[in-house]
């Protein structure tokens, strides 16, 4: 900094948003030095191309206790949040062979078929949520983050699972309960003690007798590959997948709605047919991606970027800056309107690049997709009851949207 030291990345905050913070980062370079919480010097990568050859390569891994000096040794401390982040053994966090050994059976089971044998079920799913909505006066406001965007992918997931009816009272209340922002430490332990105590009944059952659900086809997948994975390497996975399939997708059902409603132009577009609701997903998810920043990267050796210049030492920690990348000058022209007709959204890096891409990126758009159009279908007259710019964003430098979303539903 102009200053000396470093810019604190904290994340959106009542002042500016994940992107916006992204955006004045790039003035410092492509890659600068960030300080992360707990005082962790990284480098926050914001240059969008600089990102995709990091994601694509082979230079980078998402493995701390190969690639980060000290995390294995206990020598390194580490901030609750970033620590949450890279302790467990998945498909996110691992790197080269094994990164795709334990990404195979994730994406074998969410494939094209899962998808479409769910679109019956997710819209199920969203009218029963919208149902419940009724007899809500026009007068009074609902949260939409809490009454429609989170109940929708957490029951898809549930669902997903396969989850046998008897357990889906108990299973449902602890995994809403690993989303409670407003939970204690304990409170949050004993819900993810209790989700792990059931997913390992599942993972057990499946083993045994294997349905055709996501479990049981993880579970097929797993056991197929060259190296099966262990059940706590499957419990690991099925919490990737709870949480990326349920946090992520909630902010952006919000996301989309916040945009279309605050954009009466764009809406028109999409609700008259003249544009497909996927595209305008396709640009909310650039405009403001779910993931503002993934942590963390490590460099597995040292190198230099021969396009940008940039050099990074070995071990390095590397956080690449969605939010601020998809808000690229020199890739976007006006990069922060939203325009449901703009061509270039498809080069978003909301579902990540290359070999990184999320295995349950379609899944996750037609939950989104259906959701959005039906409660639009529902609620034409729907109005934001504040400004977006007063909306509450989720503070943190890692989930990007809204704590609540105050809606009228007319």
Do not use: K
């Not at 082979?58 to 000096?69: G, I, K, L, Q, T």
């Not at 890279?86 to 966090?93: D, E, K």
């Not at 919490?239 to 764009?266: C, N, Y």
């Not at 007709?341 to 939950?367: D, I, K, Q, T």
Request: a negative charge; glycine letters at 10%.
């Amino acid at each position: 900094m102009p200053g000396g030291g470093c810019p604190y990345l904290s994340g959106a905050t009542a002042a500016q948003t994940n992107g916006q913070e992204g955006q004045s980062l790039r003035a410092l370079g492509p890659a600068p030095v960030v300080e992360l919480t707990g005082g962790l010097l990284a480098r926050a990568v914001v240059d969008p191309s600089l990102a995709e050859r990091l994601s694509a390569g082979p230079h980078v891994s998402r493995d701390a206790a190969r690639h980060w000096p000290g995390y294995r040794e206990g020598t390194r401390s580490v901030d609750g949040v970033i620590a949450q982040w890279i302790s467990t053994h998945n498909a996110l966090n691992s790197y080269g062979d094994e990164h795709r050994e334990l990404r195979a059976p994730i994406a074998a089971a969410l494939t094209r078929r899962r998808v479409e044998s769910m679109t019956p079920v997710i819209e199920s799913i969203v009218q029963d949520v919208l149902d419940g909505l009724e007899g809500t006066g026009a007068e009074q406001n609902i949260d939409l983050v809490q009454s429609f965007a989170l109940p929708i992918p957490h029951e898809v997931i549930t669902r997903l699972l396969g989850v046998p009816a008897e357990y889906l009272p108990a299973f449902s209340a602890a995994a809403a309960g690993l989303f409670d922002t407003s939970a204690g430490a304990e409170e949050l332990a004993r819900s993810m003690g209790a989700v792990l105590a059931l997913l390992d009944q599942l993972v057990a059952s499946a083993r045994e007798y294997p349905g055709d659900n996501l479990v049981g086809d993880l579970v097929r997948a797993a056991d197929a590959s060259e190296r099966p994975l262990s059940d706590a390497e499957l419990l690991d996975q099925l919490m990737l997948i709870i949480f990326a399939g349920t946090e992520t997708t909630a902010q952006a059902i919000g996301t989309l709605l916040v945009h279309l409603l605050s954009h009466p132009d764009q809406l028109a577009l999409v609700t008259s047919g003249q544009v497909p609701m996927e595209d305008a997903l396709t640009e909310s998810l650039r405009l403001r991606p779910p993931v503002a920043s993934v942590p963390l990267r490590f460099a597995v050796r040292q190198f230099q970027d021969a396009r940008s210049g940039e050099e990074f030492g070995e071990g390095e920690p590397i956080p690449v800056h969605i939010a601020g990348a998809d808000l690229n000058r020199e890739r976007y022209e006006d990069p922060e309107r939203f325009d449901v007709r703009r061509e270039a959204g498809s080069r978003s890096l909301a579902f990540g690049y290359g070999p990184h891409v999320c295995p349950g990126a379609a899944l996750a758009a037609r939950e989104i997709v259906i959701a959005v159009t039906r409660f639009l279908e529902r609620h034409p007259g729907a109005r934001l009851a504040l400004a977006p710019e007063l909306l509450e964003q989720t503070p943190s430098f890692i989930s990007n949207g809204y704590t609540s979303i105050a809606v009228e539903l007319g």
